[in-house]
């Protein structure tokens, strides 16, 4: 789960940098450990001093406003497991808890069965296989439900009993002295971990936990036009949660290889062809062996110039999301041979006599035959 920093800061999501700095300000003025001390205010200074550095950073705000974390670790093989922000949970309602004084009324335990987490396994595809889609065949280690208990977790008839530690209630309660007067703080039950009951007599299969780990084989359809990065979901394949919980999604990642002739520009492909120099001055033709269309021949024609491109319209990638197929571009390198013989030098020599005409000379910057040259300097000057 994403956290909500702009909550985090009381203010909304179209706040300026000045309002963001306001915000925290006054925060900062009640919570600043050399104004309050108290341990649950450090640590809620903390997070909304993290808060404010990641929505004054315009790249991590970017990704907060998509919904994402910027400080959360997408990476890793192990998948995203939602963890990670339930100790300041806690803290939280500690401290807005005590405040509204709505005290006496512990919250609810809650219950050993949980929804399973979310899990990720990457695969490698050829651009062939994104380019048509495929069915993956592939191997996933997740958390299954356990077939002896059921997810009860319980060994045979046995049934589980209320939590002494926390009487059944999930959680263990503490009073604390902070800036706002006594705060009543809780804590999940470090017996029965927040689940209010505890199984004396476990599943000898599980250990109580209702689940084990297994590998199993999954069929995983990749649709048509996928790229490097793209995640397919498979719903309700991923880890089973704790007591036989509702299992989270798998996510396959797809990891595409590099192709032998083509490289890929969203749905174009671009690939280069060696002309020779003769083959540019009086046009030939060539055979291109496209990923979806098979062999295709691209004409060159007479005189072609070094760096030009033959736009294929439409037979680059499809597009994941249906529409229009991408371009496949041709980009023209000329070879210029430079070992010749005896009478091929000589007939070069008569083809000069006949073109004298053509010489090297230094363009002016605004000749038309600069132009080309000129506008691709001038872009990569400015960076475009
Ligand atoms: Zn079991
Ligand atoms: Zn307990």
Request: with cysteine.
């Amino acid at each position: 789960m994403a956290r909500d920093y702009y909550g985090l800061l009381g203010v909304g999501k179209n706040a300026s940098d000045a309002e963001l700095k306001r915000a925290y300000r006054k925060l900062a003025r009640e919570l600043h450990p050399d104004v309050n001390p108290d341990e649950v205010a450090q640590a809620r200074f903390k997070e909304v001093s993290t808060a404010y550095e990641v929505l004054t950073d315009p790249e991590k705000r970017r990704i907060v406003d998509l919904g994402g974390d910027p400080l959360e670790n997408g990476g890793g093989g192990g998948g995203f497991s939602g963890a990670g922000f339930g100790g300041l949970g806690d803290v939280f309602e500690a401290f807005f808890g005590g405040m509204n004084g709505q005290g006496g009324s512990p919250r609810k335990p809650r219950g050993r069965t949980q929804p399973g987490a979310d899990s990720l396994i990457r695969t490698r595809l050829s651009l062939a296989e994104c380019a048509v889609g495929v069915t993956k065949h592939l191997t996933v280690d997740t958390a299954i439900l356990c077939d002896l208990c059921q997810g009860a977790g319980t060994n045979g008839k046995s049934q589980p009993v209320r939590c002494e530690t926390c009487d059944g209630a999930g959680e263990v309660q503490s009073v604390q002295r902070s800036f706002l007067g006594q705060v009543l703080t809780s804590r999940p039950c470090p017996t029965c971990r927040g689940a209010g009951e505890t199984i004396p007599d476990p599943c000898t299969k599980c250990g109580g936990d209702g689940r084990v780990r297994a590998r199993r084989e999954i069929a995983a359809p990749i649709p048509a036009g996928v790229a490097n990065g793209m995640r397919v979901r498979l719903t309700a394949q991923g880890e089973v949660g704790p007591g036989g919980g509702a299992p989270g999604d798998l996510f396959v990642e797809v990891v595409e290889q590099p192709h032998d002739t083509f490289v890929r520009d969203s749905n174009d492909l671009h690939c280069t062809v060696r002309v020779p120099m003769v083959d540019a001055i009086l046009g030939t033709t060539v055979v291109v062996d496209t990923i979806l269309d098979g062999p295709t021949e691209l004409t060159i024609n007479a005189g072609t110039q070094p760096g030009e491109v033959i736009q294929l319209r439409g037979h680059g990638m499809p597009s994941v999301r249906g529409g229009a197929r991408g371009d496949l571009l041709a980009h023209l390198d000329i070879v210029v041979p430079n070992k010749l013989d005896g009478k091929q030098t000589d007939l070069l020599r008569k083809f000069k006599g006949m073109r004298d005409k053509d010489r090297a000379e230094v363009m002016s910057t605004g000749s038309e035959h600069n132009s080309g040259l000129f506008a691709r300097l001038r872009a990569s000057f400015s960076g475009r």
